[in-house]
Each structure stands twice: as structure tokens, then as C-alpha cells.
């Protein structure tokens, strides 16, 4: 997932949402925005595993998000982990080296995003001072790290969890995490307000055209083998779930944290048949979807339309939050 120089980009988004007389107003205009979901999810109120929206852009719903983000008093957080280890031969087009073009549209969407409320800590171990020095403004800045402590046969790709849910440990004043990738996203509007509107609940990407149950899932947890392997087996024709991706991740503070316990438990166990080949190749994928298909209910899980767009489809939509390649 990672090129030669074993280079890592993954962005965190964590809203937090003040309690302002605003967001009391908020809470009443959005009910607007919630009548337009439930009338475009039909059926399902908390848009759990809905794949994709309407055929076209819904330009009522784009324009109450944008006006969520102008008014709405939730400042959002994006930490985005920048990771080199110099070593070991990973490719992900996703986390290959590129330079700041590599992510300049991620970068600028953040900056974008109307309202003020949008703010930026790229976590890294060694990017070029003159390049954090150039690029730090009012909503973007640097936060260096030491990732000395990396585990054999992991890639900075299973690193990335680590280091940043210390960070979000570190910082009891972010409510609301979003966790995304950097190279293949682009962020439309703040989704605090969407998460407020389903508490309780994780959000996630997911992949349409990967069942739960498919060749591509059955592979994932191959690398995981043992439990994780004999757990899928077991499940696999149980859901008609899609496969998740971690690619876009969040949901409120305690939640969260909650699912991380359980990534970090598979991330770190040494029993895992990837590591037992003393191979280093990047697993979160199967990491990911045993964290939360083994420990949480699908209906704890809402990932489509309208979090975030078609994966792999390219869509130009405004009427998501978050656009996934």
C-alpha cells in the first residue's frame, strides 16, 4: 500500500461540535436536511450500507449542506499522517510518494470549506521544514511524531491507526473523528452535522461491488488467518453486507475509541498469518472489517449516500460529504 520509500498518507477528520446557541439553531434547520435524506433513503432513516443516492446530484440536500457548513458551530479537525520509513517495498496508489501535488486537492478542499471551521494537523516523521513552514496557515498546520516504535512486518499503512489514535487520545476536545485518505478524497462539506443527527453510530466507506462474502474480502482476511480467518468462514454467507474501506472512517469521540480497542487488538497481534510469513504487506483492509463487522451490528454501521460517493466511480456530486475516488 506504501511505495519503496514505504511513504503513508492517511487524513483524520475530527469535528468538534460547540455547544453555541447556533448549533441550537442548526439543530432546528436541519430538519430540512433530514426530511430531504429520509425522502432520498427511502426507508432507511439511519442510511445504513445505502450504496449510492439518486441518479443525479440532489441540489436541495447540496444546498442545505452548504449551508450546514456556513452556519452550523462545529469546527472540524483533519489529521492527515504522512509516514516514511525509508524502507520495505509496499505499493498502494493510494500511499505512494508524489509531493505536495500528491494531496494538494485534499489540501485545498479543507482550506475551502466555507464557515471558518475547518482545520488541518498533518502528523508526519520527516517532511522538509521549508515545506511545513510554507504550507502552515490559519487552517493548516504540522505536527512532527517518532514512529521508532513501529512493529516488524507491519507497513506504515497499519502504523497510521496507531500513531494517530494516540493523537486523538492526546486531545479530549475532539468530539466527532473522521478518518480519511488523502490522495483520493476530496471533502464537500463538514460532516459533524451528519454524525449528531445518527449518535451511536460508526461511519464508513464502503465498496459496492465487493460483497462481504466475495473473493477480494475472502483474500483480506486470508493475511489475517487464524480466529479472523475461522470468524469470516463462519460469517461470510450470513450478510449480504459490502465490503467496507477504510478509506473514509468516523462517528463521535467514544465511539470512535471504542472501535479502535478492537483495531489495534488485531493490528498488533502477533499471531497473525501475515506476520508469521515474515512478510511485510499492508492488511488493515481485513483489520478494518473484522473490527467492525465482528464487534459491532451491521445497523451500527452507516456507510453510501449520502457520507460519501460511488467508490471508484469519480463522481462530481456536491450532494455528499465526502467524495471517494
Known sequence: MCSVQQICFLAFAAAAAAGSSLAGQCDSELSDSAAL????????????????????????????????DQHCACTTVFLAAVLDTGTNAVHHEDHRMGGFSFFQRYYESIIALPGGRAKAVIVHNR????????????????????????????????????????????????????????????VHHNPCVFVQKHPGK???????????????????????????????????????????????????????????????????????AVKKDATTHWFDPGAFNWALRANFALSDVVSGYPLHSMFWKYESRKDVYIKHK
Do not use: C
Not at 46 to 64: C, I, K, Q, R, T
Not at 232 to 245: E, F, P, Q, V
Open 127 to 186: 517532511l522538509p521544514e521549508n515545506l511545513t513552514r510554507a504550507k502552515s496557515n490559519s487552517a493548516v498546520s504540522f505536527t512532527k511524531v517518532d514512529i521508532s516504535g513501529m512493529h516488524e512486518h507491519m507497513t506504515v499503512v497499519e502504523w497510521r491507526w496507531i500513531v494517530l489514535f494516540d493523537q486523538v487520545r492526546k486531545h479530549p476536545e475532539w468530539d466527532t473523528l473522521f478518518m480519511t485518505d488523502i490522495s483520493d478524497v476530496v
Open 37 to 68: 435524506l429520509q425522502t432520498n433513503i427511502a426507508g432507511r432513516p439511519e442510511a445504513v450500507e445505502n450504496d449510492h443516492g439518486p441518479a443525479e446530484e440532489d441540489s436541495a440536500l447540496a444546498s442545505n449542506m452548504y449551508w450546514d
Open 202 to 272: 460508526l461511519f464508513a466507506s464502503s465498496e459496492p461491488h465487493h460483497g462481504f462474502a466475495g473473493g477480494v474480502t475472502h483474500t483480506f482476511f486470508k493475511q489475517l488467518g487464524g480466529k479472523y480467518l475461522a470468524w469470516y468462514r463462519d460469517h461470510r454467507g450470513s450478510t449480504h453486507a459490502k465490503l467496507l474501506n477504510a478509506g473514509v472512517f468516523g462517528g463521535h469521540r467514544a465511539d470512535v475509541l471504542r472501535f479502535a480497542v478492537h483495531m489495534e487488538a488485531v493490528l498488533l497481534d502477533p499471531e497473525l
